[in-house]
């Protein structure tokens, strides 16, 4: 579905929601969807080879986003919950500069620092970085972001399938423990503490307004 704004059609924006469960992933497109809900949706369960496996917290254990809006389980650190980004607002959506001739296997994107190298069969890495190039933005969702789970898991496969096509990666976190300069060599765009479940928040920092 498309959006008209002063006569203009817009086409909606697709936001990629990850996440290490399929439950955690399609709770958290609702979350998204109730904030901002003229963006297109798509929720993903990312399983990879030799990862710590689900977050603590992780789905069933009050970890993943429960109600529109919210993220259960515990807020981050006192005074946590503020978006952190790794600069001023970032666009979402390739650079105008970039065209269908920037994109794909002869342009890996970022090298060093950038993402660390995808864990997944062949088939399934190929199949989240076509998912990728569709999105405006990517968004890997964990319990906890540690020095673990910024370089095996979801959060590397976000960033690994999204970096080919210059679309931003953002994590959604109960608690971070990584600094800035850690996860933005990660290739990541930027963190969010959902202090007390605030999806609605970062869905709208990464939404434009016209799309909510």
Do not use: C, F, K, N
């Not at 609605?200 to 920092?205: D, I």
């Amino acid at each position: 579905m498309t959006r008209r704004q002063e006569g203009v059609t817009m086409r909606p924006v697709h936001v990629l929601l990850l996440a290490e469960t399929l439950p955690d992933a399609e709770r958290l497109a609702s979350a998204w969807r109730a904030a901002a809900p003229h963006a297109d949706t798509e929720a993903r369960e990312v399983r990879v080879p030799g990862s710590p496996g689900p977050s603590d917290g992780g789905s069933g254990h009050g970890g993943a986003p429960t109600a529109p809006g919210q993220l259960a389980g515990p807020a981050g650190p006192a005074g946590g919950g503020g978006v952190l980004l790794a600069g001023a607002a970032i666009p979402v959506g390739p650079p105008a500069s970039v065209g269908p001739q920037d994109v794909g296997p002869a342009h890996p994107g970022p090298t060093a620092p950038g993402p660390a190298p995808s864990a997944l069969p062949r088939e399934e890495g190929a199949a989240l970085a076509e998912a990728a190039a569709r999105a405006d933005v990517v968004v890997a969702y964990v319990t906890r972001l540690d020095g673990d789970r910024l370089h095996r898991g979801v959060v590397v496969e976000a960033a690994a399938a999204a970096a080919p096509h210059a679309v931003p990666v953002v994590v959604v976190t109960d608690r971070s423990e990584v600094s800035r300069r850690e996860w933005s060599t990660a290739g990541l765009s930027g963190v969010h503490e959902a202090a007390e479940g605030d999806v609605a928040r970062v869905a709208r920092t990464w939404t434009p307004g016209w799309a909510r």
